[in-house]
């Protein structure tokens, strides 16, 4: 497969030799000061030996094989033609778990997203980046943390590989994390350590609605970044909802759409609302059919909000689909796991117990109302006897005045009158009181009926707090391997990216990776070693449109001039068709 050499000399042109070799060299120099007795037999200080394995690993999807394990049964030719023989399935199997004990993976793809990032955007002008999820699912049977997969519409084991594409799709590197890592609680931080490694800052990170919520505006607009998402449509806001901040302006590349600035209508939503919105509507339409929102940069205008948000299907979701088919983005590596307590389980049994909390609380504030009510019936009682022993002596003394004025003949109209009165108001205290009692007594009744159900809805959510298992361990997958994989599926994704744009014809330069590895890096040929260069030429073409590109592909790669690691001039020629 003389094709690989394509790819060999993208990888001279990315520099990603040297980078890769100081990983190692400082992984294994560590793991050597922490475990002097336990040698790494496959990872000696040979360079040519190290590319050799780590080759085999980077071209596996070239090869059409998935794993090491693949390489069990293969019997094609493989990578003879780069070093004149291919390892088996245990050499690589070991060299693999061996790297994974050095820990250099996550390393790896630190030190190689600088590396990306000065290739495809040199200085240290601030960078505009896509990121994603990437959740490929894990086949396990034994309790694991699992997580939704998109792909297959179901929630089960898996890992999350967070992927930064830069302007135009090029690939910044990939990460793994648990499958129950959420997006908000990344981002900001990795976000500052990106800045500090790759040496320059970050003008804005676009993403999906994923990142829509208030909470990762508020720990954006706290570490004062930027970043462009848009509102998942379950929102359904309406143009009367927001107050315009300018006037409507045609979208960039879009003029049959227009876009401004707005905020919340809501004062109180507007004063702790830190995001920033962008209204999207068709010309010919009031209301708006899009919401984009963030902490933008202050140099965004409105009109290219959407134009730059719509870039991330492309530069980013479309890039993904390419590792997937093209260089099994998929597959898993290694199944060591050790045992944790389920952060799941953990999570439901707190959210559980946030709702015994509130129904505690609710039965709290129902005794103390029942005892007031207890307390202020106690009160109104005695009120109540005290005032009517008053106007029963009252009364009583006025039936004796009007008795001894009768007695003595005197005008007896004002006495019965006052007597009269007298009877009226104890009749209404004992109609007001017995009013107020049954009132009382109507409340106490209610509260004592609320105290019934929340001490019956304490009981069944207790219940079901408690029948969740938070003691049993589940399984945690050591993500070592898959990152240092997922570093080559990166690495092999750039160098197909980077021979694309500096080698291809200008009809292939959109080859994906699947179609590129068919039609170029699987093609046949013969290669020639002399002391001074490498001739590799390729068998002709059967149709002739094809034959006419890879003979403009051969002039461009001779242009540049690439070399072999050892520095001989690779030469590409193509037969001639028959």
Request: aromatic share 10%; with cysteine; net charge positive.
């Amino acid at each position: 497969m003389p094709g690989f050499f394509s790819l060999e000399a993208a990888k001279q042109g990315l520099q990603v030799n040297e980078t890769i070799e100081a990983c190692v060299d400082e992984a294994r120099e560590s793991y050597t000061e922490q475990s002097p007795d336990v040698p790494l037999l496959h990872i000696g200080g040979e360079r040519e030996t190290l590319w050799h394995k780590l080759d085999h690993l980077l071209y596996l999807p070239i090869l059409g094989l998935t794993r090491p394990r693949d390489l069990y049964y293969y019997q094609g030719v493989g990578l003879k033609a780069l070093y004149g023989f291919t390892y088996k399935y245990l050499t690589l199997e070991h060299f693999l778990g061996q790297l994974s004990r050095l820990q250099v993976g996550y390393a790896m793809a630190d030190s190689l997203a600088y590396r990306y990032s000065q290739a495809w955007y040199p200085g240290s002008s601030p960078l505009v980046f896509f990121t994603d999820w990437h959740s490929k699912p894990h086949w396990c049977k034994e309790a694991s943390h699992a997580g939704h997969i998109t792909m297959w519409g179901r929630t089960m084991p898996g890992t999350k590989q967070l992927m930064l594409n830069g302007i135009n799709g090029h690939l910044l590197g990939g990460w793994n994390y648990t499958i129950d890592t959420h997006m908000n609680q990344v981002l900001v931080d990795l976000e500052d350590e990106l800045s500090q490694k790759l040496e320059r800052p970050i003008l804005c990170n676009i993403f999906d609605s994923e990142g829509s919520g208030l909470e990762t505006s508020q720990r954006y607009a706290e570490a004062q970044h930027s970043y462009l998402t848009i509102l998942s449509r379950q929102y359904g806001h309406g143009l009367k909802d927001f107050d315009l901040l300018g006037e409507w302006e045609p979208v960039i590349d879009d003029p049959s759409r227009e876009a401004v600035y707005a905020r919340w209508t809501d004062p109180k939503k507007a004063a702790n609302d830190p995001r920033q919105f962008v209204l999207l509507r068709p010309v010919d339409r009031q209301e708006p059919t899009r919401i984009y929102a963030g902490c933008l940069p202050p140099s965004l205008p409105a009109a290219m909000t959407p134009w730059l948000h719509r870039q991330r299907w492309a530069d980013n979701e479309l890039q993904i689909r390419n590792l997937v088919k093209g260089a099994n983005l998929n597959a898993n590596y290694g199944y060591t796991y050790q045992e944790v307590p389920h952060r799941t389980r953990l999570r439901q049994w707190d959210e559980a117990q946030a709702k015994v909390e509130v129904t505690q609380n609710k039965i709290v504030h129902r005794q103390i109302a029942i005892h007031h009510l207890r307390q202020q019936r106690q009160e109104q009682q005695q009120v109540y006897v005290q005032q009517r022993e008053e106007l029963v002596q009252k009364i009583v003394r006025q039936r004796h005045q009007l008795q001894e004025r009768q007695i003595q003949g005197c005008a007896t109209l004002r006495a019965t009158q006052s007597l009269a009165r007298l009877r009226r108001n104890l009749d209404q205290l004992d109609a007001r009181s017995t009013k107020r009692q049954r009132r009382l007594n109507h409340d106490l009744y209610e509260r004592q009926t609320q105290l019934a159900c929340l001490n019956q809805e304490l009981e069944q959510r207790q219940a079901r707090r408690d029948a969740i298992d938070t003691e049993t361990l589940c399984r945690e997958r050591s993500l070592e391997k898959d990152q240092i994989m997922l570093n080559c599926q990166v690495l092999l994704a750039s160098c197909h990216d980077w021979a694309c744009s500096r080698f291809f014809a200008p009809a292939w330069q959109n080859l994906s990776l699947d179609r590129a590895t068919q039609m170029i890096y699987r093609k046949s040929g013969t290669i020639t070693h002399h002391p001074d260069r490498i001739d590799i030429v390729l068998d002709a073409y059967r149709y002739a449109d094809q034959q006419r590109y890879m003979a403009q592909t051969c002039r461009r790669f001779n242009q540049a001039r690439p070399r072999w690691r050892d520095g001989r001039l690779l030469v590409f020629s193509l037969h001639s068709p028959d």
